[in-house]
């Protein structure tokens, strides 16, 4: 079965080709990137509803095959903004009715987990989630994903962004203040905020505001802004690690791209005799081939859905999701 996922829950605008062993056929994106501040929905949309079209027509071309073999089209339903949900969900709609195929809406959160365990042989890890506007960590557990922590306030990557547009970095932030950060030394200091098995950014972004005013060196700020962070979530997936009694871990979302998070984790891990999976580097940001994957899990296991099913979910949370497969 081949499934054409899209995805558009925010700033990228994506879509894969994947078939039901897991082979990616192929994959393209975009990334809306303002040209001064953050990302303001409208405008991402437009981008998405200029580019949509033409990213379906090119990995169809690109995979080498017709329409008529696409089998089941997905796309991300939710959590993100509204314009570019609608948009992308509209895509899928119009789509899925002029190929007469099945649609299936995906629960964008849920696809960056499913994406991390697709391939790997970990069989029931517990996953750090860590993207743009999510901070989770998350085991399963009777059918669903439950959040054993979450970030109270903004999530991990979008504190970075609002600093990195705070220090002058573009958008997004996350790869320069990781270059940067390997050029720091100076630990200065910012609030850890760690509240049980919860963690909260906002207080460090308003310290590091601080710490720029009074003209401190950028690199020692990225350095000691990564230092307490990734902290923060390693201590809270090893805390998770032993009450949820797993052995393995899953890094998903844009963040753990980073390296200096992962080799955190990777030794902490190491420390309590676990196994860390990391999933190929493309496929932690936002990709369409995650959407497609997870798309072909829920068909796959008897999920349907019509058209007044499909409706968008801004809100949509990772443990609303019933997760048939597993
Ligand atoms: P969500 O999945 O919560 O809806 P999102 O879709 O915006 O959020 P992703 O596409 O998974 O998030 O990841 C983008 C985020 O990852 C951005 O915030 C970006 O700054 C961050 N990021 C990317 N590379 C790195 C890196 N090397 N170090 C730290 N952060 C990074
Ligand atoms: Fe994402």
New binding site residues.
């Given amino acids: 079965m081949l499934c054409l996922g899209i995805e558009g829950?925010?700033?990228?605008v994506g879509v894969g080709l994947v078939d039901s062993s897991g082979r990616v056929l192929s994959d393209a994106s975009d990334m809306h990137r303002p040209a001064k501040g953050g990302i303001h929905p409208r405008e991402a949309a437009n981008h998405h509803s200029e580019l949509v079209a033409g990213l379906i027509d090119r990995v169809v071309s690109v995979a080498g095959i017709g329409y008529g073999d696409i089998d089941l089209i997905a796309f991300s339903q939710g959590?993100?903004l509204g314009p570019c949900l609608r948009t992308v969900a509209t895509a899928a709609r119009a789509l899925s009715i002029s190929l007469s195929r099945p649609l299936i809406g995906v629960n964008?959160?849920v696809a960056?987990i499913e994406i991390g365990r697709m391939g790997n042989r970990a069989s029931d890890p517990l996953m750090l989630?860590?993207?743009?506007?999510?901070?989770q960590v998350i085991a399963y557990s009777r059918g669903r994903y439950r959040v054993f922590g979450e970030t109270m306030d903004i999530?991990?990557?979008?504190m970075?962004?609002k600093f990195?547009i705070m220090a002058g970095l573009g958008?997004?932030?996350?790869?320069a203040?990781?270059k940067l950060a390997s050029q720091g030394h100076e630990l200065l200091d910012l609030p850890y905020s760690v509240k049980g098995m919860d963690v909260s950014f906002s207080g460090i972004l308003t310290a590091a505001r601080h710490h720029l005013k009074k003209g401190c060196r950028l690199e020692d700020l990225c350095f000691s802004l990564?230092e307490t962070v990734f902290a923060m979530l390693t201590e809270v997936t090893e805390r998770a690690l032993a009450q949820a009694d797993k052995n393995e871990v899953v890094l998903?979302?844009?963040?753990?791209?980073?390296?200096?998070?992962s080799e955190m984790v990777n030794i902490m891990a190491e420390g309590r005799g676990a196994k860390v999976y990391e999933p190929p580097f493309r496929y932690?940001?936002?990709?369409g081939v995650m959407i497609a994957w997870n798309g072909l899990l829920a068909y796959g296991s008897g999920q349907r859905m019509s058209i007044v099913d499909t409706v968008i979910n801004q809100r949509y949370r990772t443990d609303q999701v019933d997760v048939t497969w597993r």
């Fill in positions: 829950t925010a700033h990228t959590p993100g964008h959160c960056h989630y860590a993207s743009g506007g999510n901070t999530g991990v990557g979008n970075i962004d990195g958008f997004y932030a996350g790869p203040v990781e990564q998903a979302g844009g963040v753990a791209r980073n390296r200096r998070l932690l940001v936002d990709n």
